[in-house]
């Protein structure tokens, strides 16, 4: 069980907005940068998300990020089939001195 | 470009030992953070290790502290994870990947398979 904690799966029509959350405690998201990961079946992950809401030159603005106390979320605006996959939150723990990831979130285009 | 590419991977008996190499290129290796990630089959993303950009400083997961060792040659910009005591929770496909100082894991390598079985 990870000690940051998504939902396993979100799901959303084409055009929609979906939001997936991530949350933890004052040791990881409470007080560091959280990052956002994209997954495709047999690939790499991909970041999606730096620093809390920065995007990485090539991803579109349709996905975003935001970070309040505690708690973090990716937001992905006019969904799009190609967005489907998995996507996990990664955070630096201050008290485990270790890399934690969400459990990931399946997204799913209907 | 930025390249990061694994090798190693193999079928181990559980007990054994394997050693699996990231050999990057396209940026300078002795100036960032890496770490090593593992992905069970069908399961979520795992951190396992990590190592500061001069190699002064070392952090693994608790699943594999003990068992598990970091360790970079700069001048060969070359990553390296030595597992020994494996066990068959350990099967993944394990990636190595570039911390971008706060800016996360910013490339990561394809990844090579870790197999523990009898």
């Known amino acids: 069980q990870s000690v940051v904690t998504q939902p396993p799966s979100a799901s959303g029509t084409p055009g929609q907005r979906v939001t997936i959350s991530c949350s933890g405690s004052?040791?990881?998201?409470?007080?560091?940068?959280v990052h956002w990961y994209q997954q495709f079946p047999g690939k790499a992950p991909k970041l999606l998300i730096y620093r809390n809401n920065q995007r990485p030159s090539g991803v579109p603005d349709r996905f975003s990020g935001s970070k309040s106390g505690t708690s973090a979320s990716l937001a992905i605006s006019g969904l799009r089939s190609e967005d489907e996959g998995d996507y996990y939150c990664?955070?630096?723990?201050?008290?485990?001195?270790?890399?934690?990831f969400g459990g990931g979130t399946k997204l799913t285009v209907l | 470009e930025v390249q990061l590419l694994e090798s190693g991977g193999g079928l181990v008996q559980p007990g054994g030992s394997l050693r699996l190499s990231c050999t990057v290129s396209g940026f300078t290796f002795s100036n960032y953070a890496m770490s090593w990630v593992r992905q069970a089959p069908g399961k979520g993303l795992q951190w396992v290790s990590a190592i500061s950009y001069d190699g002064s400083r070392t952090y693994y997961a608790d699943s594999v502290k003990g068992r598990f060792t970091i360790s970079r040659d700069d001048s060969d910009n070359t990553l390296y994870l030595q597992m020994n005591s494996l066990k068959v929770e350990d099967t993944a496909l394990y990636y190595c990947?570039?911390?971008?100082?706060?800016?996360?894991?910013?490339?990561w390598g394809q990844g090579t398979l870790v197999s523990v079985s009898s």
């Open positions: 004052s040791s990881n998201i409470g007080s560091k940068s």
């Open positions: 990664a955070v630096w723990d201050d008290s485990l001195r270790s890399w934690l």
């Open positions: 990947a570039r911390r971008n100082g706060d800016d996360g894991f910013d490339y």
